[in-house]
């Protein structure tokens, strides 16, 4: 029986990617699937398997399209090797979905790299977008309960230009995907000088101080590190070596705090009580700064929505990720930031030729 898709939005899907396998990602499909109607998917991977764990969960086979595979992008798979030789993974399968406009967006746990590369040859860049980039959500202090960083691993390198396309568009992801009017953007350094940090920082400064009017945000300057949680901005703006670092070592320490809590409560009668009687205040602090309910980075300045699970995600993680890929899409996200990075690349043109005539 064909499934329903009248009226949804689909969701493309890579089940076969990630370290737990298909049985995760359908799992994490199904809770999605019972949060919300209006959601369908193409989900790719090894057939039998689907079917065998789609037909278990009540209606959902109605809400999904199968879309068999032979092969699967291995986590450590190079690359260059997916490139040549992975036209049968479900991960290609999966972005030709979009590519061919069958679905909306893209979301897969599997191997970055290779998603990355993947994603950029079959859904070629925007115009005026020199290198995409890989943007995350940040637990804050802001009233959105969140921060969006970019870039977070997709390129390592970044020149003032790229820094500049970064906080064009993390303004456009903060507008559609949090529903923040005008977004405020940071620009991470050392320091908060404007007379510190490499060359490429000063420059990507003014570029965006400047960009600031015609692409609707307002640029607060240079941010340390210990402003990425804060109230101060929405969107940081880095490059990718700094950006994912970072992104590891908040995962890290979110995971510390965890464990430390965990052995604290633990370790004596008093403190078993004492746990007892903070449980919920213990629970909700846990779910504030759970990584897999923000599970999700978004390829940014494809023609194209591709939304990078993380590759350890559980049902909730896959969840996650799956609201944020449909948040996006109801948005018309990938639209209006092709828009937005059209039109203040072309204001950008015309004052550097009045510059020149003037000059």
């Not at 039998?48 to 037909?55: A, K, P, Q, S």
Request: charged letters at 25%; glycine letters at 10%.
């Amino acid at each position: 029986m064909a499934p329903d898709t009248a009226g949804r939005i689909i969701i493309s899907v890579d089940a076969m990617g990630g370290d737990r396998g298909p049985a995760a990602v359908v799992a994490g499909i199904a809770d999605s699937a019972s949060k919300n109607p209006d959601i369908g998917f193409i989900v790719h991977g090894d057939g039998d398997i689907l079917r065998r764990l789609i037909n278990k969960r009540r209606g959902l086979a109605e809400r999904c399209d199968i879309r068999p595979t032979k092969e699967v992008v291995t986590m450590d798979a190079k690359p260059s090797y997916v490139m040549r030789n992975g036209k049968e993974t479900s991960m290609w399968s999966a972005i030709e979905a979009v590519r061919n406009g069958e679905a909306t967006v893209a979301v897969s746990c599997g191997n970055t790299g290779a998603l990355m590369a993947l994603s950029m040859v079959r859904l070629r860049k925007l115009p005026g977008v020199n290198r995409p980039a890989i943007a995350c959500l940040w637990p804050s202090r802001n009233k959105q309960g969140f921060n969006v960083m970019l870039d977070v691993g997709a390129d390592i390198r970044a020149d003032e230009q790229d820094l500049l396309q970064y906080a064009l568009m993390g303004t456009s992801y903060a507008r559609n995907g949090l529903e923040i009017a005008k977004p405020r953007i940071g620009l991470l350094n050392v320091g908060t000088e404007e007379t510190k940090g490499r060359p490429e920082l000063k420059l990507a400064h003014e570029l965006i101080e400047h960009a600031a009017p015609a692409g609707e945000f307002e640029f607060v300057g240079f941010v340390e590190g210990s402003d990425i949680p804060s109230a101060k901005v929405d969107v940081i703006v880095t490059d990718g070596f700094t950006g994912n670092v970072a992104l590891k070592t908040g995962e890290g320490t979110a995971s510390l705090i965890r464990e430390f809590l965990k052995k604290a409560f633990a370790a004596t009668p008093l403190s078993r009580i004492a746990a007892l009687l903070a449980m919920t205040s213990l629970r909700r602090l846990t779910k504030r700064i759970d990584p897999r309910r923000v599970n999700g980075g978004v390829f940014l300045g494809l023609n194209g929505t591709v939304v990078k699970s993380h590759g350890s995600a559980d049902a909730t993680g896959v969840s996650a990720a799956i609201k944020l890929a449909f948040r996006l899409a109801q948005s018309g996200f990938s639209e209006k930031l092709a828009a937005r990075v059209a039109s203040v690349t072309a204001a950008g043109q015309d004052a550097a030729e009045t510059g020149n005539k003037s000059g």
